[in-house]
Nanobody, 125 residues
């Protein structure tokens, strides 16, 4: 089992920055992928970014490309999401997830097995 805990959410002004953390515990694997997803009120869960525990593979959603950066610290079993130039549309509950999606399904929520509890991010315009 893999246990994921998100932290770092909160209230930020438009144009500001936040860094989210996803701490993993339990049985983790170097081949596993960690993804960030978000869900705004009244909307479905949206892919944000994903990274593998090993190697250099990572992807970003077009909506956050150039603003958000996903990274990892393997020694701490932690994945980060650095969010810059935030706007109101970034307001959502942010979740991290882990699993073994293939390269095509890395952006699909259903391809991930383990999920954190979510952390609220609110951007004030």
């Amino acid at each position: 089992q893999v246990h994921l805990v998100e932290s770092g959410g909160g209230l930020v002004q438009a144009g500001g920055s936040l860094r989210l953390s996803c701490a993993a515990s339990g049985r983790t694997f170097s081949s596993q992928t960690v993804g960030w997803f978000r869900q705004a009120p009244g909307k479905g869960r949206e892919f944000v970014a994903a990274i593998r525990w090993s190697g250099t593979s990572k992807i970003n959603a077009d909506s956050v490309k150039g603003r958000f950066t996903i990274s990892r610290d393997n020694a701490k079993n932690t994945v980060y999401l650095q969010m810059n130039s935030m706007n109101f549309d970034d307001t959502a509950v942010y979740y991290c997830a882990a699993g073994f999606p293939d390269s095509v399904r890395m952006v699909v929520p259903g391809a991930y097995t383990y999920w954190g509890q979510g952390t609220q991010v609110t951007v004030a315009s």
